[in-house]
């Protein structure tokens, strides 16, 4: 596997882009001329201006011009790779960061790096996505910087089998991470819907190359909607935002980088110790873990019982009303049924 060699990306931002956007945050509030950012990321003035543009076009309230010098009121909530970086510094998810202002999805570009080679510990992050997906061909709506769309690429050595628990480990992390952002506590229903307030906010996707025995490498796409001030009409009533609940902006790169602290740290729990330690997590936090009644769609059936507990691998047991016992699920929606 190759390591230092990074991979060759179309359309990934501009490393220089990136310098720009540290540059102005490390120097908030201080007046910067457009010819000490060109010589300072060594590029035109020109392409300064350009670029600047481009961050305004993003909500970054830039102030000024080339002659006068740029200056920003704030730090920018852009998720920039130099920044996030240092603040991850210690855990897996540091040093391979990919940023995009704009892609079909992070999730298809993180199984092209997984494809070129690339170490365990990739993060892919776009401010908008044309094309998010969620399960089963749907799609996850990913509105221009109000949102977190964010994959990380691990090469776990397990068994194909316990990819549940990678979604499981994700969404226990995006719980915690936005937890401390909610005065409501989040609800996570089996297996990747994260909700406050009986509404979803954050949505997992796990994809994997593997052989019958043997991952090559999983995708762990994480959607969380942070600062959306309305759901569009289609997911109305069942989707909602963390500044919808609170009333608040949230700083999406402090979100993002709890979320991969916990990540960390539940991926490092779950290698070292398996599903045990994991499972009680999600048994603490989950109110589909037990005793919920569900409604259970899967491809072949739907049909109704009471939630009864995850097997070690993460799918859900549900004891069914027919009378038919209990029914292992591996995949499917599950909605609470009254
Ligand atoms: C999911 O699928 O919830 C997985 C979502 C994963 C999204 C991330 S973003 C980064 C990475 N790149 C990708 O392309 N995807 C991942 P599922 O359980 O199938 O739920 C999809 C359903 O959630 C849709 O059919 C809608 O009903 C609803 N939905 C779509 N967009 C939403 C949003 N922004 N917020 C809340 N619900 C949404």
């Known amino acids: 596997?190759?390591?230092?060699?990074?991979?060759?990306?179309?359309?990934?931002?501009?490393?220089?882009?990136?310098?720009?956007?540290?540059?102005?945050?490390?120097?908030?509030?201080?007046?910067?001329?457009?010819?000490?950012?060109?010589?300072?990321?060594?590029?035109?003035?020109?392409?300064?201006?350009?670029?600047?543009?481009?961050?305004?076009?993003?909500?970054?309230?830039?102030?000024?011009?080339?002659?006068?010098?740029?200056?920003?009121?704030?730090?920018?909530?852009?998720?920039?790779?130099?920044?996030?970086?240092?603040?991850?510094?210690?855990?897996?998810?540091?040093?391979?960061?990919?940023?995009?202002?704009?892609?079909?999805?992070?999730?298809?570009?993180?199984?092209?790096?997984?494809?070129?080679?690339?170490?365990?510990?990739?993060?892919?992050?776009?401010?908008?996505?044309?094309?998010?997906?969620?399960?089963?061909?749907?799609?996850?709506?990913?509105?221009?910087?109000?949102?977190?769309?964010?994959?990380?690429?691990?090469?776990?050595?397990?068994?194909?089998?316990?990819?549940?628990?990678?979604?499981?480990?994700?969404?226990?992390?995006?719980?915690?991470?936005?937890?401390?952002?909610?005065?409501?506590?989040?609800d996570i229903r089996w297996p990747n819907d994260i909700l406050v307030n009986g509404r979803k906010f954050s949505g997992v996707l796990t994809e994997m190359q593997a052989e019958p025995d043997r991952m090559h490498y999983a995708v762990v796409g994480i959607g969380i909607n942070v600062n959306q001030t309305k759901m569009p009409a289609e997911l109305a009533g069942i989707a909602t935002s963390l500044r919808m609940e609170t009333g608040k902006i949230h700083s999406r790169i402090d979100v993002l980088v709890r979320l991969l602290r916990h990540l960390d740290r539940y991926y490092n729990l779950f290698i070292a110790e398996g599903a045990t330690p994991i499972l009680r997590r999600f048994a603490e936090v989950s109110s589909y873990f037990q005793g919920k009644r569900v409604r259970i769609t899967t491809a072949i059936e739907t049909f109704t019982g009471v939630t009864a507990g995850l097997e070690p691998s993460g799918v859900l047991r549900v004891l069914r009303d027919d009378g038919g016992g209990i029914e292992p699920v591996l995949s499917g929606d599950v909605a609470e049924a009254s």
């Open 1 to 186: 596997m190759p390591k230092k060699r990074t991979a060759s990306l179309p359309g990934v931002t501009d490393k220089r882009i990136d310098a720009l956007v540290t540059l102005l945050a490390d120097n908030a509030t201080v007046v910067i001329s457009g010819a000490k950012i060109a010589e300072e990321i060594g590029v035109s003035r020109q392409s300064v201006w350009r670029w600047i543009e481009t961050l305004r076009s993003l909500g970054v309230k830039v102030k000024g011009h080339g002659s006068s010098g740029y200056h920003i009121e704030q730090a920018p909530d852009i998720l920039a790779p130099q920044m996030l970086s240092h603040r991850l510094y210690g855990t897996a998810f540091a040093k391979r960061i990919y940023h995009y202002f704009k892609i079909d999805s992070t999730n298809t570009v993180a199984l092209q790096l997984g494809e070129q080679g690339e170490p365990h510990g990739a993060v892919v992050l776009a401010e908008a996505q044309t094309a998010g997906r969620g399960r089963a061909g749907r799609k996850w709506i990913s509105e221009k910087s109000a949102g977190i769309h964010c994959t990380v690429l691990l090469r776990p050595k397990i068994s194909p089998a316990l990819a549940p628990l990678l979604t499981i480990v994700a969404g226990l992390a995006a719980r915690d991470a936005a937890a401390e952002e909610l005065d409501g506590i989040p």
